[in-house]
């Protein structure tokens, strides 16, 4: 049973250029949330994808968009990069439960960005 | 705004004994508290999750405390083992489903023989 996959491990980019970062979801989940960890520091909350829309976001700037297909998987665009986006992008995936249980997020790997 | 503080200096125990993790938080009620292991270059895995109404949830060797007066968690590993060496980090949520999570900084913990 695959978990969750995302690609590429490894990314390098200059300031001003745009990347996607893409995710696979576990198999049977259906909710995708995305994160970004600075180095030293815990995942900061992105946004999160049910259902192809977009159902919350974080404190991050419009720069930062996402999709969500209907095979469940998600894709990370940031547009005009900049030296603070480097960080390590970590995708999540959960099954949505009922409305007040909660359920824990499974994580990918991640793709570690480093913009030069 | 919210904070969620976890001790940022590493946790250095000797094999065997009780590590203790601490997670504060401040100008926040959280619905449900999760706690994730998370090695070096991999994603955080989850360990355990405890809910508002709950005081202590256990796990095999792991146990976990919520305190929602204090504003506080308590993550115990027993007969702690080299193995358990990794960063720990403390996530709140509220209710509704898959709900975002808030993490704090993580606290290090090195197992030594």
């Known amino acids: 049973d695959a978990g969750v996959t995302q690609s590429p491990t490894h990314l390098i980019k200059t300031r001003g250029q745009q990347v996607t970062l893409r995710c696979s979801p576990k198999s049977g989940h259906d909710t995708v949330s995305w994160y970004q960890q600075a180095l030293g520091q815990g995942p900061q909350f992105i946004f999160q994808y049910y259902e192809e829309e977009e159902r919350q976001r974080g404190n991050f700037p419009d720069r930062f968009s996402g999709h969500q297909y209907p095979n469940y998987s998600s894709e990370l665009n940031v547009n005009a990069l900049l030296l603070g986006d480097s960080a390590l992008y970590l995708c999540a995936s959960s099954l949505r439960g009922t409305t007040y249980s909660n359920q824990p997020q499974h994580f990918g790997d991640g793709t570690r960005l480093s913009i030069l | 705004s919210q904070k969620i503080e976890q001790n940022s200096e590493a946790l250095n125990i000797q094999e065997g004994k009780t590590a203790t993790l601490t997670c504060n938080y401040t100008?926040?009620?959280?619905?449900?508290l999760q706690w994730y292991r998370q090695d070096p270059g991999r994603g955080p895995v989850f360990l355990l999750l405890i809910r508002e109404n709950e005081k202590e949830k256990r796990k095999e060797r792991l146990k976990v405390t919520f305190d929602t007066t204090l504003k506080q968690s308590l993550f115990h590993i027993t007969a702690s083992q080299p193995a358990d060496s990794a960063t720990y980090l403390c996530a709140l949520s509220n209710t509704g489903t898959a709900s975002k999570l808030t993490f704090g900084t993580g606290t290090r913990l090195q197992v030594t023989l």
């Open positions: 100008n926040y009620s959280p619905a449900y």
